[in-house]
């Protein structure tokens, strides 16, 4: 930002003194204009260079500041092709001004070494016939310089068109390469979010395992459980039974040995 700083004040000083060296040469007269032309002319081109140093300057900035440069630029290459032409148009007033000089004389009558209509001794239709001459002469004249200024405005347009345009591809240059980083990015989230439902299906399958084992052992003791308890009552049961069994056998031994007993004494 200071050295972009530093080129503005520079543009600015040069800017101001083109601006001056304009407005003083109608003031001025023969060789003076020509050589205050074409210190304005070498001015101009000093803020074309000092422009370009801008332009570099601007393009190492980033974010916004950046496009704030850059809008500067634009309005001070706005004003340097608005002075570029307030110059062409006193180069073409000058000429003018100078081939009317040269054809017609100046008003005293010398010319300064061009024609004099004064003493030449033509009659009144030779005169108008070489006005007329003249001044077809001058509109030619004029129409090949704002042919020319023409032109030149038309290369200054191109020259911003392409300079637009290069700006233009450096911005789809750059959407280019986001894009191509977030097809990146995208792919990796894919592959993530693979892997992801991978782990869901994985832990589905060992929680219904560990389910199943839970729900086979919970049986197992309870069949256990209930099934033991079964077998034991009826070995119990059994058991009582053939004690049972036993006692009246003893007791049915009892009763026929006492009867025995009986019918012997008798």
Request: glycine letters at 8%.
């Amino acid at each position: 930002m200071d050295l972009f700083s530093n080129y503005e004040q520079d543009f600015h000083d040069v800017y101001s003194s083109v601006q001056n060296r304009i407005r003083s040469i109608p003031s001025l007269t023969g060789n003076a204009k020509q050589d205050c032309i074409r210190a304005a002319q070498s001015e101009i081109k000093d803020a074309e260079e000092i422009l370009q140093s801008m332009n570099l300057s601007a393009r190492t900035v980033t974010g916004n500041s950046r496009q704030q440069l850059q809008q500067k630029l634009q309005q001070y290459e706005s004003d340097l092709a608005t002075i570029k032409k307030s110059l062409r148009s006193a180069q073409t007033k000058i000429a003018e001004l100078q081939d009317r000089e040269s054809l017609l004389g100046s008003d005293d009558g010398t010319g300064g070494g061009g024609i004099v209509l004064h003493d030449t001794g033509l009659n009144s239709d030779q005169r108008d016939k070489v006005a007329r001459d003249t001044e077809r002469m001058q509109k030619g004249s004029s129409a090949l310089k704002q042919a020319l200024i023409t032109a030149e405005e038309t290369v200054d347009v191109g020259g911003k068109t392409l300079e637009e345009l290069g700006r233009q591809r450096e911005m789809m240059e750059r959407q280019s390469s986001r894009l191509d980083e977030i097809n990146e990015k995208l792919g990796v989230a894919g592959k993530i979010i693979q892997g992801m439902a991978r782990r869901v299906v994985t832990n589905k399958i060992i929680m219904s395992i560990i389910i199943l084992v839970m729900i086979a052992a919970i049986i197992l003791i309870v069949w256990v459980k209930f099934g033991g308890k079964h077998n034991n009552n009826t070995t119990s049961t059994t058991t009582t039974t053939t004690g049972d069994y036993s006692t009246t056998t003893a007791d049915f031994s009892t009763t026929t040995t006492s009867i025995t007993t009986g019918s012997t004494t008798m």
